[in-house]
């Protein structure tokens, strides 16, 4: 099968990005061709580096604009995704698989699979991308030969504005087994608690975490709190800490590769991110659990079909601090249970999560809406 991943900014630090990078490895080990067509966009120091050995294609995506009294023309006049259209037409794919996260370019990729002929594939990840179209950029997935969610949660949610999504199979994330497996623990002065996250307080409630932290701190002297991440909010969530006493027992490291990451997560005691708007799913929470390490999220979205409470992690069904603190005060205290968590979720992980299993489901997603579809192309009937 020849698929073509589209996808915003392939080259920075992020869950999308990881999972579209490991669905080209799996699917190029497995005998099928595949590309990446990615706008160029990432912000200094957040780059990483691809493990796939596909072709990557950079273009511009143009977002939609709603229409109103002020911009009638846009009723007719929409900007097109040429390069992408043009990307299509070189590489002739069986499929496009939009992993796009920005609704407004949803309708964009919709588009330019209709001008070429060639049936995509939606997926669906979270509901902060909604953009200035919102709900409106979502009618373009009528046109969607198929739709794959993230979890549960993120099907339903978005069937709540658009009923197509109804259709949408799940196909949770995954995580690289062997990467986990090869990490050395992280070797830190002071045991330490990991967080890691984009630093945005907009979704990731990590100053929630500072304020949780400094009311368990005092109980527990020898523990730090050490968070990987850059955002918008990074300099707030240095002056919180210091603010509250904390200076000297959280780090605030940045935005940190793959490889130190697993180290990381090795060498922690659990792992902790609240956050502010429902997870998709929350592949940071399968990281951890891949290293051994149990987690401790927010009770909502994509984390309530990956964390079970008392069983490989903590959920914490209130976002405010005294909650956080005392989740992380029941961590801390029971080693016996954070050991027994640790190994029943790293259990579950290597039994469901890895790559290779989250790139077949991916197949039978695509065969099933190239089947659904009854596309004409010839060979297209053989898959």
Sequence with gaps: MRVLFVVEDFRAIGGIQELV???A???LAMGHQVEIFSTPHVTPGLERTPAAPAGIVYGDIPGRKAINLRHPERLWRQPAAEELIERIRAFRPDLV?????TWDKIPTVAGAARRTRTPFVQSLYDSWGSGKLGRGALRSLKRAAGIVALSRATRDYFSGFAPVCRRAQIVLGGVDLAAAAAAAPYRAERSYILSAARIDFRHKALDLLIEAFALAAREFPSVDLII???GPDREKLAALAAAR???GRVAVLGARPRAELW???KGARCFAMPSRMPEGLGLVFLEAMACGRPVIASGAGGALEIVFHGDNGLLVDRLEPDAWARAIQTMLSDAAARESMGRRGYAMVRERFSWRAVAERHLAAYRAALGQRRWLAADRSKL
Excluded: C, I, K
Excluded at 97 to 101: D, G, R, V
């Design 21 to 23: 990078d490991r669905l």
């Design 97 to 101: 698989n939009s992993h796009l996260w």
């Design 25 to 27: 490895v799996e699917l």
């Design 245 to 247: 006493g904390l200076g």
């Design 228 to 230: 990987a991440g850059d």
């Design 263 to 265: 180290s990381l997560y």
